[in-house]
């Protein structure tokens, strides 16, 4: 019981967090705004959080989480690896126009020095797409749709193009977004060069 109020506090804390990182940016926010907008008091902050730079590796940590449980459920609608390349691109142009990512990227910028534990887990879980891209590109081997290689790196250079593409963020609608990630599967799946 106790542990379940924890979870809903901590996740209350989490969301109002967001909101106000959201509005203000990550920089710019501190934990009083957040207190202010939660109406939850300091030490009740920090009991579940020991800074900010915590809290918001927490969200993002959350963020990610529930990306890759949306995407395995997306999955499913897919019935071959190719539509499946295009399903997973599809959706991380959709993702990439998620505010909450470009906070992300203010606060990888702004804290280069800081915590490095902290940094370390914000890397692994900014290159967590790359097991869902592994996967794919391994079952795409497994179904004789690829020659046999390397599906860790070759999950690199897929993630390099999807990570990529959303620097494209402040320039194009979600729909242009969508778009010019389909090509770049076309492209990724075929090649450029005239055969």
């Keep these: 019981m106790k542990t ?29 705004d957040i207190v202010e907008h939660s109406g939850v008091s300091k030490g009740s902050i920090y009991y ?9 590796f927490k969200l993002i940590e959350r963020k990610s989480i529930e990306w890759k449980s949306i995407w395995k459920e ?23 126009q998620n505010p909450l990512t ?19 887990k914000l890397l692994g879980i900014m290159r967590s797409p790359r097991e869902l891209y592994v996967s794919l590109i391994n079952e795409a081997i497994e179904s004789g749709f690829i020659p046999k290689v390397d599906s ?32 770049a599967v076309t492209y990724f799946l075929n090649g450029v060069l005239n055969k």
């Design 152 to 183: 860790k790196e070759l999950a690199i250079i897929f993630s390099g193009l999807m990570d990529g593409l959303s620097a494209t963020y402040y320039e194009y609608s979600e729909s242009e977004m969508k778009n010019i990630y389909k090509k």
């Design 74 to 96: 997306k999955e499913k609608k897919y019935d071959n690896i190719i539509d499946k390349f295009y399903g997973i691109a599809e959706y991380y142009a959709i993702d990439s």
């Design 102 to 120: 470009k906070i992300t990227e203010e606060f990888y910028i702004s804290n280069p020095e800081r915590n490095e534990e902290i940094l370390n």
């Design 4 to 32: 379940t109020k924890g979870k809903i506090k901590k996740d209350y804390i989490l969301d109002k967090a967001k909101e106000v990182f959201l509005t203000k940016g990550y920089s710019s926010t501190t934990i009083a």
């Design 48 to 56: 579940h959080f020991d800074s900010k730079e915590t809290l918001f």
